[in-house]
């Protein structure tokens, strides 16, 4: 049961503009809402969270948008460098923290 | 480095054979999750331990899988009879409980490939 799913698999943007990833989740009981980088051969590395009694959160160049009516969650980064460069997973979850769902990815590549 | 260890980094065995991996979370999580990964996919939950206990387990793992947690400190997987279709990433990620949510922390993972 795929309840967080990421549409688009790849998105290419050049250096300097925004990067828009996008994620829909089913389960109205998640409680928390995450973005996660991951490159090559390494784990994946907590990005940004938001909870669900917000709708936005900013951290530097990256801001996290949600709109619980939809049921959709997006991540902005603004400016778009190289090193940004990565497969960026969403993620949910509940309050206890106990099993968190994640999608299935959306590799972003910059272009310098 | 104080982050999450997972050892070995790289496992190939042959089908039937049993293997087992390690991870040490962040010393001062209490909470330590095994995740599986295969190509295309996110992460998708297998195992919670919070201390030693095993609280929550997918139904994704199957009798042959099972974890251990032992004084809650390290964790092992073990995955016995191996089959072809258990070829994948295996993640563990820990966190912590100081706040009522924090989000897991993951290691580099063990590629198992099953021949």
């Known amino acids: 049961d795929q309840q967080v799913k990421q549409n688009s698999p790849s998105l290419s943007v050049q250096e300097g503009r925004i990067s828009i990833l996008n994620c829909d989740y089913t389960n109205s009981m998640f409680d928390y809402f995450l973005w996660y980088k991951k490159y090559p051969a390494e784990g994946p590395t907590f990005l940004i969270s938001?909870?669900?009694?917000?709708d936005k959160n900013e951290d530097g160049r990256f801001t996290v948008f949600l709109n619980k009516s939809a049921k959709h969650l997006s991540l902005h980064i603004v400016p778009s460098q190289p090193g940004d460069s990565a497969v960026y997973f969403c993620a949910a979850s509940g309050v206890n923290n106990n099993d968190m769902r994640f999608g299935a990815g959306t590799r972003l590549t910059v272009k310098p | 480095d104080t982050g999450v260890s997972q050892n070995p980094r790289h496992k190939i065995t042959k089908r039937g054979q049993n293997v087992t991996f390690r991870c040490d979370p962040i010393s001062e999580h209490n909470r330590l999750y095994w995740y599986r990964q295969t190509l295309g996919q996110g992460p998708e939950f297998l195992t919670y331990?919070?201390?030693?206990?095993?609280?929550?387990k997918s139904r994704l793992l199957s009798d042959r899988f099972s974890a251990e947690r032992p004084k809650g400190s390290f964790s092992t997987l073990e995955i016995q009879r191996t089959e072809q279709g258990d070829s994948a990433m295996y993640l563990c990620?820990?966190?912590?409980?100081?706040?009522?949510?924090?989000?897991?922390?993951f290691g580099n993972g063990t590629r198992l490939t099953v021949t």
């Open positions: 331990f919070q201390n030693e206990a095993q609280l929550e």
């Open positions: 990620a820990s966190s912590g409980t100081a706040r009522q949510f924090s989000p897991l922390h």
């Open positions: 938001i909870s669900s009694i917000k």
